[in-house]
């Protein structure tokens, strides 16, 4: 895949979040330890999942996918921001910004597809528990994680493609700590109403699409909650949902403020911080809203435990 054609532009100089040194020493462990516990977090929701078998259902496995894809797009962005905290100068390659936005893009797009699959695989299980084993049996979530994976690292070529072919026209300045699309863009020097317009457009589509099949969806089990005889039925059937529902709430809202709103209210200051909720916040945040309200993985993570504690002590 060849990223650059025909322009004159090498490098960008990423501004970061901030220009005063100061800061920059205070956030840098402050981020340090948030990529640690990232790391840490989604690692264990992996860990204990493939190894406990209570936690072997559908759910779960598109939980793993979950933590893996916030593993790695944190991975793709924090240390790049770690170490412009502490450089004087933060120079970027075209080929590292091109690759850091698509990688950053197609991870973006690949939890775009899972979080309605996650909600359809709730509905299925509370609105047709029957037909649950049936419906998502192992084969059929497998193909469906692998088209996720697929869709999310094909669709973003084309947009990226045209991004970097557009001409720079030798500014380089980025002002943001990642190489984030609508930044790249205002360095053209093409008219850019049309463009701005079109990821408008693209944006809203991409996230009222899915967010309207996660509405409906749960549209759908709050009335089978609703029909529930059982108060204490209710409660645990709602507890399973609402983990996924702050989830999404936290990762639309972030992104629809990025991505879909007028250019007249546009603010480089505001955008770079909501960019790191979504970057350096959101993935952290993930295990510990699925481990804090979810008794079934916090039992997992009792068993593991005692299994550590038993294995320690047969040793000699």
Known sequence: MVWRI???????????LTSNPQIQLILFPIFSVIYLITLMGNSLIILVTITENSLQTP????????????????????????????????????????????????????????LPIMAYDRYIAICYPLYYTT??????????VFITWVGGFVLPIFLITFVFRLPM???????HF?????????LACTDLFTIQYSIFVLGTMLVMIPVTFILISYMKI????????????????????????IVVTLFYSTIAATYI?????????????????????????????????NKEVKAAFTNIRKKLYIFSNVLP
């Open 135 to 144: 419906i998502m049996n192992r084969i059929v979530c497998v193909r469906i």
């Open 59 to 114: 759910m779960y496995f598109f939980l793993t996918n979950l933590s893996f894809i916030d593993i790695s797009y944190s991975s793709a962005i924090v240390p790049r921001m770690l170490k412009d905290l502490l450089s004087l100068r933060k120079t970027i390659s075209f080929g590292q910004c091109a690759g850091q936005m698509y990688i950053g893009a197609s991870l973006a797009y690949t939890e775009f597809i899972l």
């Open 178 to 186: 990642v190489c984030e699309l609508p930044e790249v863009i205002v």
């Open 261 to 293: 709103k007028p250019t007249s209210i546009y603010s480089q200051e505001e955008d770079k911080m909501i960019a790191v909720v979504y970057t350096v916040l959101t993935p952290m945040l993930n295990p510990l809203i699925y481990t804090l309200r």
């Open 6 to 16: 025909n322009n004159s532009v090498d490098e960008f100089i990423l501004l970061g």
């Open 169 to 175: 026209c030798d500014r380089n300045e980025i002002n």
């Open 222 to 245: 709050i009335a089978t909650i609703l029909k529930m005889t059982s108060a204490a039925g209710r409660r645990k059937t709602f507890s399973t949902c609402a983990s996924h529902i």
